[in-house]
């Protein structure tokens, strides 16, 4: 029980320091003219920003602050420097965009009363986004229940093979959720609508549909803007436009695998492996080949059948997921740890119930 209390008074700080930080950001940085003036004047933050799941040392603290934190509030600083994020008003929405994987939706006014069919539409969306959630969280919690029940009775049989298809499934599913309820928060807060994270994964058609417009859209936005579009702009010159794309598309990749490598690094403190380097590597050349091979078919008249594209996309994914994205958290214990968190938590809870 102490460890959990300590634990939340470390996480307080942090949360402090952060808004500290952002709040900084928001009222010197963004008077200072953007490019590499701004960009000095937020590299402290940056600093800061980094070193904070090294005061932690729970695995799911860790592991999000790496990611939400180290990552994408630190990407999201650089666009900031360079002038992007300039147009939100408050200063809470400023702290949760750039701290939060969210972005806030940009409405297009109009003075024309809402018709039914917006109405409507509008309706079945948010319909779909919760029942989304309520799927990802069975997935969830039917994934943490077989790897509990493996653990103590099966594992002995193969358990690396079982142990990185139920992590893998965790996780995916894992992220979901967790993303979905930081935005739930977020717009309790700001009261404002906010961008999809993510759109539906499992229904992928290609590689270049899951990773560009379908997984984990709040980090694919920042890859493009400071990654992307700037090498493509550089290789275009040379290349021309038609191929620029490739080495855009691989240092994409790449970027995302060296920032991939960095949670396992906060979470065991230990040396990189580079298998998840390595995952991005051989989905990032995949889409570079896909790239063409659908140029081609497309001139030809020819194409594949979601019914067919579906599940080899997905399937791929997973496979490569499975076998390698996910493979340096199981060598660090973070599995084990993660369950150990959940029950941990779960008897604070009581405890803390039963007192009050």
């Known amino acids: 029980m102490d460890a959990i209390e300590d634990e939340l008074r470390n996480f307080t700080k942090v949360v402090f320091i952060v808004s500290l930080s952002l709040t900084y950001c928001y009222f010197i940085s963004s008077r200072i003219p953007k490019g590499k003036p701004r960009l000095l004047s937020v590299l402290p933050v940056i600093y800061i920003l980094t070193s904070f799941p090294l005061t932690l040392s729970s695995f799911f603290l860790q592991f999000y602050s790496a990611l939400c934190i180290v990552w994408l509030a630190n990407f999201k600083l650089v666009l900031f420097a360079l002038g992007k994020h300039?147009?939100?008003?408050?200063?809470?929405?400023?702290?949760?965009?750039?701290?939060?994987?969210?972005k806030i939706k940009a409405f297009q006014h109009n003075t024309n009363k809402e018709s039914p069919t917006t109405s409507n539409t509008g309706s079945k969306c948010a319909f779909k986004l919760g029942l989304a959630f309520v799927i990802n969280a069975f997935i969830w919690s039917i994934s943490v229940l077989l790897y509990v029940l493996y653990k103590e009775h099966i594992s002995?049989?193969?358990?690396?093979?079982?142990?990185?298809i139920l992590y893998s499934t965790r996780m995916?599913?894992?992220?979901?959720?967790?993303?979905?309820?930081?935005?739930?928060?977020?717009?309790?807060?700001t009261g404002k609508e906010l961008e999809p994270q993510f759109n539906n994964p499992h229904l992928s058609t290609s590689l270049g549909n899951f990773w560009s417009k379908r997984w984990n859209l709040m980090i694919n936005k920042s890859l493009k803007s400071l990654i992307h579009?700037?090498?493509?702009?550089?290789?275009?010159?040379?290349l021309g436009r038609r191929w620029a794309i490739h080495p855009a598309i691989l240092a994409?990749?790449?970027?995302?695998?060296?920032?991939h490598e960095l949670i396992p690094?906060?979470?065991?403190?230990?040396?990189?492996?580079?298998?998840?380097?390595?995952?991005?590597?051989?989905?990032?050349?995949?889409v570079t080949i896909e790239v063409e091979i659908k140029k081609k078919a497309s001139k030809s008249g020819w194409k594949l059948h979601p019914i067919i594209s579906t599940p080899l996309t997905v399937?791929?994914?997973?496979?490569?997921?499975?076998?390698?994205?996910y493979a340096e958290l199981i060598h660090c214990g973070a599995d084990v740890r993660e369950i150990k968190e959940y029950g941990a938590l779960v008897d604070y809870v009581k405890h803390r119930l039963r007192i009050a």
Not at 156 to 164: A, K
Not at 230 to 237: A, C
Not at 265 to 286: H, K, Q, S
């Open 86 to 102: 300039d147009n939100i008003s408050a200063l809470l929405d400023f702290i949760l965009v750039i701290a939060f994987p969210i």
């Open 265 to 286: 690094f906060y979470v065991g403190r230990t040396r990189p492996t580079w298998e998840v380097l390595w995952f991005f590597i051989i989905n990032g050349l995949c």
């Open 172 to 189: 995916h599913f894992g992220i979901q959720i967790q993303f979905a309820l930081v935005a739930a928060l977020s717009k309790l807060l």
């Open 315 to 325: 399937g791929f994914v997973m496979a490569t997921a499975i076998w390698l994205c």
């Open 229 to 238: 579009e700037p090498i493509r702009s550089l290789f275009t010159p040379v």
């Open 156 to 164: 002995s049989m193969n358990p690396i093979v079982v142990v990185h």
């Open 252 to 259: 994409t990749f790449v970027v995302s695998g060296l920032m």
